[in-house]
Every structure is written in C-alpha cells, then in structure tokens.
C-alpha cells in the first residue's frame, strides 16, 4: 500500500469518527436508565449529593437517573465497580477525594487507577468536615478536648467513618500533631458513625457536617472545630482548625463525578453541561449549603488536574503521619 492510499485511510476513518461521535451523543440517552454509583451508604454525604444530581439529571435529560449503592471496603468496591463498566454513557460514579485520592496511598491491593480509568465529568461539590463530640463529653473546645484526650490516653473512641479516607488520614494527623491517643472505630460510612456517636458509643467523629447536623441543632452532638478555611454560615461560632492553632489540618473533601475511561467525549461534554448548569443555580447552592454542603463545578481537564494534584497531597500526609490501615 502506497503512503498516499495509507492517509486517504486514515483520513476515512477520523471523518467517520468526527461523524459518528455527534450521531451518537444525539442517540443517548435512548430507553435506558442512567446509574450514578454511590460508594458509600444510604443517609451519607455523597449519597445525598448524589440523589439530588440525579434528580436533576434525570430532569433535564428526561431520561431515568437512578442512584445504586456499592458500599464497603472504603468506597473502593464500588468505584473498581465503574471503573470496570461498559463505557458507554449509562454508568457514572459520584465518587469523593477518599477513593479517588488519598485511599490510593493507604489500600496496597487497589485494583483501579484513578488517573487512567476514569474520564471526569466534573468537580461538583466540596463538604464542610466538623471534629463533634457526643453531648456527654466534657470538652466545650478543642482544646479541651485535647486536653482531656491527653488525660485519658487511649480511653476516647474516634469514628472512623471510612478507611482510607481524607478524614482518616486528618485524624492521624491530628492525633500526631497534637500529642493525643485516641482508638480508631471504623465504620461503613458517615451515617452509621454519626449514629454511634450521638449513642456514646463512640466519643467523638471527625465528619462531613451535612452527616451530623441535624443531631447538632438537636443538641445530640457537639461540634469543637471545622475544616475549612473560613467559618461555616451555618455554625458561626465555631472555629476552624487554622484557629485553633492547627492550620495543617484544614481540608475540605470534595465530590467529583466521572465516568468509566473511554466514554464517549460528546456525552462527557453534555453531562458536565448539566451539571455545571445545576450547580451555578441559586437554589442549588442555597440547598447544599444549608446542609454543609458547597456547590462546585469545573471542567473535565479541571477536575483531572485537582485529582491527580490530591493523590500527590495525601500521599505526603500518609507518609507522613504514618497512617495504616486497621
């Protein structure tokens, strides 16, 4: 075959794929559902964002948009579970920066990578994480709560709401750099953890607040500091890590939806579309941020670098603190 014959080839076939690529993104979504994978339980943060992007997804695509629960493991089964699925528009994952970040450095058998298996869709959210106490423990502050730590060495209990997470990784370095012993208790998402805690069976949890702030305004449970760089507006008058003298510790975990790698760009396109429209809405951001909650929004390309940028952090943190699994 003459060279000329192998670029008039070449040439057939990227036209039929600049063809095929709009002819197809048009034909989708048709009589199928589209799933949404949360990883975590029912009642936790990323089930709740997950829920309200697929109503809203659904309506504006006008197609069903269900949310299916893969739990366990860290959220880490069901995202290996996406990113083993069909590329083909139908299955998406809300995943967060624990299975797609900072787990990378802490589960030693991971079976996916998230840099290679997932084409991002967009960053849709971050989520204010809160250090609550259960009513009954003596601590009013932080630093009371340190200090009460330090005289009961190993006696606190800590949710651990998933292994692998940014929180677990915050909590051990929390205990590192403030000099405390506290007993990990690991659980299968936010939900059950803030339930032990406002039971006393755990003393404390290092949380997404949209988990625990129902129990908070109740006064079933008591929060010392939060995560983030700023004051929450829904709980003024508690201060951030920065304040109380720990700035290391300020993050905020943050939600990013994707899909299995070699999903059609066209449909990557027009999800993001959506989504970023739904999360620039007034009251979209008025909702989640009633609960803790902050709307996001990005680019695929932007979602990808803030990725890859958090694995490189938390696998510092890791090293660092000397954070294991139980």
């Not at 309200?52 to 197609?63: H, N, P, S």
């Not at 502050?141 to 006696?155: C, D, H, I, S, W």
């Not at 803030?194 to 404390?204: H, K, R, W, Y």
Request: glycine share 8%; net charge neutral.
């Amino acid at each position: 075959m003459t060279a000329a014959c192998r670029w008039s080839r070449l040439a057939v076939v990227a036209l039929a794929a600049l063809v095929a690529a709009p002819a197809f993104a048009q034909a989708w979504p048709a009589q199928k559902p589209i799933r949404i994978v949360s990883a975590f339980p029912a009642g936790g943060t990323t089930d709740i964002l997950a829920r309200v992007i697929a109503q809203k997804l659904g309506e504006t695509l006008g197609t069903p948009v269900v949310v299916e629960n893969r739990t366990g493991a860290g959220g880490t089964i069901g995202t290996d579970h996406v990113a083993k699925s069909p590329p083909d528009g139908y299955t998406f994952l809300l995943g967060n920066s624990g299975a797609l970040a900072s787990g990378v450095s802490l589960f030693p058998n991971l079976t996916y990578d998230p840099s290679r298996d997932f084409a991002s869709v967009a960053i849709v959210g971050d989520v204010t994480i809160a250090l609550a106490v259960n009513p009954d423990v003596p601590a009013k502050t932080f630093q009371e709560f340190v200090a009460l730590a330090k005289a009961r060495p190993g006696q606190l209990g800590i949710a651990l709401a998933s292994l692998g997470s940014l929180h677990h990784l915050l909590i051990e370095q929390m205990k590192k750099e403030a000099g405390i012993s506290l007993v990990n208790v690991p659980y299968k998402g936010s939900a059950p953890a803030v339930t032990d805690l406002v039971a006393g069976i755990v003393q404390a949890d290092l949380d997404n607040l949209p988990a625990m702030i129902a129990f908070v305004k109740a006064g079933r449970a008591r929060v010392l500091v939060i995560g983030d760089a700023q004051r929450s507006p829904v709980l003024p008058d508690v201060p951030t890590f920065a304040e109380v003298g720990m700035p290391s510790l300020s993050a905020s975990p943050w939600f990013a939806l994707v899909a299995p790698a070699g999903t059609p760009r066209p449909i990557i396109d027009r999800v993001n579309r959506e989504v970023v429209a739904m999360m620039k809405a007034p009251e979209m951001r008025e909702k989640l941020a009633a609960q803790g909650l902050n709307a996001r929004w990005s680019t695929p390309e932007e979602a990808d670098q803030l990725i890859k940028s958090e694995m490189v952090r938390w696998a510092r943190v890791a090293k660092e603190s000397g954070a294991k699994l139980e």
